[in-house]
């Protein structure tokens, strides 16, 4: 049986009640290919248990709806048979151009799409399971079953990411493209990652004994979690990014990207943090600022700082080495051999380099705003009874 998390002590543990399921990754934008989904007054939902049994179809303008009510199948007028998760489709049949076209779950266990003058356009090809059902699941995976429960074809679809203004309320969930790893919102108010097989918890919001809380992915790039009748109970604090989405990734870690795709927050624990592919960019920064909001400097403003000062001493590369010196590293300290304060690893290890790096800046500079402001004004953010020669680089 499938399993829902309930809280025991400070995190989730197994019970076997409820019901997730799991499927392979696909991750379809709305776009030129998939005309976007508009409310119509029009459209009937044609079942919000998310089944269409043997014989059933889905009419132009109709729609199937999750059991718990995230996801939507909608039969468009255009003729492309898309699933919807808010205003983004996840997955589709590829059919646009063809108006007109409508969905059905044959008897003979095949679903098939028929263009006008009966035309067959798309079929999952399952026919020969006389009886079987199509179901759109809490895990956004659109399957063909047959009697016996046997999924004879699945559309592949996962949810990874939680757009601007878009919620999970009680039971609803996030998972990695990969589906190793789960977001839930569970029924006691708390937002807990895990990790399959096994289900276990790799982090948690600390906001049991809430139940009824839902996760908000604001407009504003803030992801907040509200409790009925106690309001805010706990946040990123990344307001002032608008379009900031939350996105689940293969590497176990939760995600703010800002537009852009620049990270702003990650869910490293505090203390420890793991960088596994040093050449990722896009990681590295990820795991830099969630350091850095550890420190306290969360704020957009210092994490911009960060940013444009890393990025100008290093282009964020751990093996930059500045030729007019011997400063090394993320940080660029001069030399290199300074960081071994943080690590025997100081060479190869960005988390080591960033480390010393926020070291350094707290030392000097007390934020990293106060850090840009200083190369700014120089080309370089050491102290200037410690320059050598300007050259743009390197901290001494």
């Not at 293969?250 to 990650?266: C, M």
Request: glycine content about 12%; overall charge neutral.
């Amino acid at each position: 049986m499938m399993r829902e998390y309930v809280t025991v002590g400070r995190v989730a543990r197994r019970s076997t009640a409820g019901r997730f399921g799991a499927l392979v990754a696909s991750s379809l934008a709305c776009a030129v290919a998939m005309t976007c989904l508009t409310a119509s007054p029009a459209m009937a939902d044609v079942t919000s248990k998310g089944r269409l049994e043997s014989g059933e179809g889905l009419q132009i303008g109709e729609k199937l709806t999750s059991r718990m009510g995230q996801f939507q199948l909608v039969m468009q007028p255009d003729g492309n048979l898309v699933e919807y998760v808010g205003a983004r489709g996840l997955w589709h049949t590829q059919t646009w151009g063809r108006p007109g076209t409508v969905a059905r779950m044959q008897t003979d266990g095949n679903f098939v799409l028929y263009a006008p003058g009966f035309q067959a356009v798309w079929s999952s090809r399952t026919y020969g399971n006389p009886g079987a059902h199509l179901v759109l699941k809490d895990d956004a995976s659109l399957n063909v079953v047959s009697r016996s429960g046997t999924v004879l074809w699945s559309s592949g679809a996962v949810d990874s990411q939680l757009d601007p203004s878009r919620k999970l309320q009680v039971g609803w969930f996030l998972q990695s493209p990969d589906v190793r790893y789960r977001l839930i919102m569970q029924t006691d108010g708390n937002l807990v990652l895990y990790q399959r097989p096994g289900y276990n918890p790799i982090w948690h919001s600390q906001t049991y004994g809430n139940p009824g809380a839902e996760v908000v992915m604001q407009s504003d790039g803030n992801l907040v979690i509200y409790a009925p009748g106690r309001g805010a109970i706990w946040g990123t604090r990344t307001a002032g990014r608008p379009g900031t989405i939350l996105r689940v990734e293969d590497t176990g870690r939760l995600v703010l990207y800002a537009p852009g795709r620049v990270p702003i927050w990650s869910s490293a624990p505090s203390g420890e943090y793991v960088i596994e592919d040093r050449d990722d960019i896009a990681e590295v920064k990820s795991v830099a600022f969630q350091m850095a909001t550890d420190r306290g400097w969360g704020a957009s403003a210092q994490l911009n700082c960060i940013d444009q000062l890393f990025q100008r001493e290093s282009g964020w590369r751990w093996n930059a080495d500045n030729p007019y010196s011997s400063a090394y590293g993320i940080p660029q300290a001069l030399p290199g051999s300074k960081m071994a304060t943080e690590g025997a690893d100081w060479r190869d290890n960005p988390v080591t380099q960033i480390k010393w790096g926020y070291t350094y800046i707290d030392d000097r500079y007390g934020t990293p705003c106060g850090a840009w402001n200083f190369w700014l004004e120089h080309g370089w953010y050491r102290e200037p009874a410690e320059a050598t020669t300007p050259t743009s680089g390197g901290v001494a």
